[in-house]
């Protein structure tokens, strides 16, 4: 296949082109900025910096959708919502301009989503059927991603949406805790009774593929591994594979002030579970925190 990926040169896309290429794939990848794409890329992968490069006759099979600024990397001003929103979904309408001027269209479209889409929930247990318990900024601006891929794929194409968790992988979140609590200063967040809904990014990159390459894979899943854990039991889990103690905290009421409305990441969370993934078979790798922990570690 000839795929476009958008968001092909972050955490997960970058691990992601390279599955692909080794799978025998094509790559079109939309980026910012080519120079620096291409320090962390496979030469294999074609780059744009705007959709506008690519032709008419282009012959596109199949669309990856992971573009978006990151939601926990500053606090969450008017203009940074916006932002997070345009760059979600003013992507993929920009897509749906493309597809129309395609003479030959896409068949497959896999699109982000995140389980920020149910809201701060508690402790409810959630699956791809249960509807937004909260409907805060995270679900906003997650039904927004989802109507406009919803929208593009109206184009003919199988669609696919996942819902994903926090991604566990090297980098990402985890590198950045990871100097931290291996000085054994990493602290529970608030009362840590809160939920967090995680994937390892090598079971969410084999989810990605076959969504785009099994013809049976269509509509929400929730890209979660199928054992939510409290942030309680992440930060002891944590401190454990580094061998470190976990004792320290780090109260809510701080954390609130100097994030304000984007600290519900840390001190709310969702109990969501991969219902769809398990109906259908899917094989998890790293279905526990201890496993995908004792990996990440190492």
Known sequence: MKVLITGGSGFVGRALCERLLAKGHDLIVLTRSPQKAAKVLPEAAQLVASLDEIAAGESIDAIINLAGEGIADRRWSPRRKQLLMDSRVGVTQALAVLVDRLEKKPTV???????????????????????AVKRDFSYLLCDAWENAARDLARR???????????????GGMLGRLLPVYRLGLGARLGNGRQWLSWIHRADLL?????????????????????????????HETLAASCRRPA???????????????????????QRVLPARLQSQGFDFRFPDIESALNDLCR
């Open 109 to 131: 479209l896999v699109n982000g989503s995140a389980v920020g889409f149910y809201g701060d929930a508690g402790s409810v247990e959630l699956s791809e059927a249960d509807p």
């Open 156 to 170: 003919g194409m199988r669609l696919c949406i996942l819902r994903i968790g926090v991604v566990l992988g090297p």
């Open 206 to 234: 084999t989810l990605i593929i076959q969504c785009l390459e099994q013809p049976h894979a269509q509509g929400v899943y929730n890209a979660v591994s199928p054992q939510p854990i409290t942030y309680a039991r992440f």
């Open 247 to 269: 004792l320290l905290a780090a109260p809510g009421f701080p954390l609130k002030i100097l994030l304000g409305e984007m600290s519900v990441l840390l001190l709310g969370g």
